[in-house]
């Protein structure tokens, strides 16, 4: 019994010295494939990964962070890349799934904003453990430098960080399994076809058009919204449908569309989302694009919301 006992104490110390992220959220370097090339503008990742729930995959440069939102923690099951994924000169960047039974959405591109990173949701609501494959291509201009974030063989010195500023669990936002994400493009604004000014500081605008706050399967119409994002980075959407509710968060980037985090929403309910502002050539609000969850509710809801 003594023998068990200590034993026992033995296993719970060693697991308590694993510090929580390295538990939830494994880092793993992917290998090479067989035609490995880094100065080459046309490059791929095959990433294999068996996940449990809801895992988001993240890849920046040379290694692939699974980022455990719920279940258990992932593995990796053979990925391998072409090359480490640039940081900039991106001309075509695209996604493709290839198996898997639950969700698998491209929802971010790797830009400045994320600090070139490409995260994949996957959201599987069936039991148990479940492997998925898909890949993620592109095509630079070659003005990013070759190597990407660091070598095969070491996890990215980034890893370990929120990317992006995204440090809450967020969902999908995007086109399931073969589109190239949330982004219509990487050229210019869905709204004008030209990009805002890359000195974009901010805008305050109440404005009505046309759109909707879907919530589960049931859509309902916003009669105009309110979007303000101040100089400091702080964002606050006021949206007028049903009822009228306010989401908080931050938001980066600039261009022609910005990158919203929102933390706090639905009186103080516990709202997280990820999404886009998209702007005008004037930087301007064109369009609002939300995806997320809340406490308050038990289904996802989504934002979209156009002038």
Known sequence: MKNNWFGRCLM????????????????????????????????????????????????????????????????????????????????????????????????????????????????????????????????????????????????SGGFGQPAGGFGQPNNEFGTPRTSGGILPSLGGSRGSGRAASASFGGTDETFQGTGTFRLGNKDYPISRMRVNLRSGGEAEFTVYSSEVFTLTGRWTGGGNAVDIEINNGFGSAGATARGRVYLTSAGRVDHVELDGTSSRFSDRYTIQYAK
Do not use: H
């Open 12 to 155: 719970l110390a060693g697991f308590a010295a694993v510090p929580l992220a390295a538990q939830t959220n494994p880092v793993f370097s992917p290998r090479r494939m067989k035609d490995y090339n880094e100065q080459s503008r046309d490059g791929r990742c095959v990433l294999r990964v068996r996940v449990d729930d809801e895992t988001d995959v993240e890849l920046r440069g040379n290694s692939v962070l699974l980022r455990t939102i719920t279940g258990r923690p992932g593995r990796d099951e053979g990925s391998e890349c072409s090359q480490p994924l640039p940081a900039g000169g991106f001309t075509k960047f695209n996604f493709r799934g290839i198996d898997g039974r639950g969700e698998v959405r491209l929802v971010q591109e790797p830009r400045l904003g994320n600090n070139w990173t490409a995260i994949v949701a996957i959201r599987d609501k069936k039991g148990g453990d479940e492997g998925y494959t898909f890949e993620l291509s592109w095509t630079t201009d070659g003005s990013a430098p070759s190597g990407g974030s660091g070598g095969f063989g070491q996890p």
